[in-house]
Each structure stands twice: as structure tokens, then as C-alpha cells.
């Protein structure tokens, strides 16, 4: 990480947020912690185009004549995609480490490992299962209730890492993005 003497710009942290949290391809110009403060702090329109995106790929099925599931679907995996499954290795890893029942410093090292295990697997089944049926439930009802919970929903999953970047939190481990983020906000 570079340190930066100026403060860091709307604009580095649109890209560090954009940068570090989607697929897009944006360059981040600034590495350090005032543009780390900027990017958590609009990591919620990072949010809110992932979900503009991923309600774009339902809509879009539901015109072409598909099932509300499907577009569910589609909706639950655009995210995915263009967040490089993060939020999902994420819940995974932390599932692994909580579900070891192991010491603090046991459960970090499972969280790290690059596997997956069991408790990782069952956590990612159900909350993507919950996630579809909600999503299904609400393109069922109308294509804009489906449209905006995945526009709010991926807004509001960006805006707990402004809130988890929140001065006095600590990060888990002292390397890694977490701690590169960790007290900014």
C-alpha cells in the first residue's frame, strides 16, 4: 500500500471501491488508506451497479418470456460474476471457520485455506437457495418488486462493508484487504 499525503478523491474512491469489489475494469490509481476511507465509503454504488446489472439480466428474461425462477436465477448469479464470487468465498470461508468450533486463532487459519469445506458448502447452498426464492417471489409478484430487491439488496450488501470498515472494528488478521480497510470509515 502507498501512502498518500492528499486526500483521496470522489473519483479514487469510485475506483478503489469499483476496483476492488466488481470485475469492471477500472484502474486504481491510489492504494492506501484515505483512498480505502473513499472506496468503503462509496462501496454502496459499487453495490447499486452490480444490482442495476443483475435486475437488467432478469428483466431482461422476463421479457423474453421466462419463468420468474429463472429470472431469479439469473439475477442471484450476476452478482457472482461480477464480484468474482468475493461475497460468496467470504461467506464460505467464514461458515468453515465458525463452524469448526475450533480457537480464534484455529478458525482463522481454516478461513484462510484456499478449500472449501463442509459447513462452507451447506451455508453457500441455502443462502443462494434463499436468495432465488426471494428473488423468484418478488418477480412474481411484479417485475419491478423483482427489479429492486436485487438493486436494494446489492446496494445494501455493500453498504455493511462501509459499516464493517467503521472506526473501532478491527480486521480479523493483520494482512490482507481487511485490514487494508479496516477503521477507514
Known sequence: MTSGGRGASWGDGLRFAFGTLTVLPVAVRRWDRTAARSGMSAAPVAGLAVGLLAAAAGLLLLVCGASPLLAAVASAA????????????????TADGLGSGRPAEDALRIMKQSDIGPFGVITLLFVLLAQVAALSQAYGASWTRGALAAVVSAAAARLALTLAARTGVPPARPEGLGAAVAGTV
Open 78 to 93: 450476476v452478482p457472482a460474476v461480477l464480484t468474482r464470487g468475493l461475497h460468496l468465498d467470504g461467506l464460505a470461508d
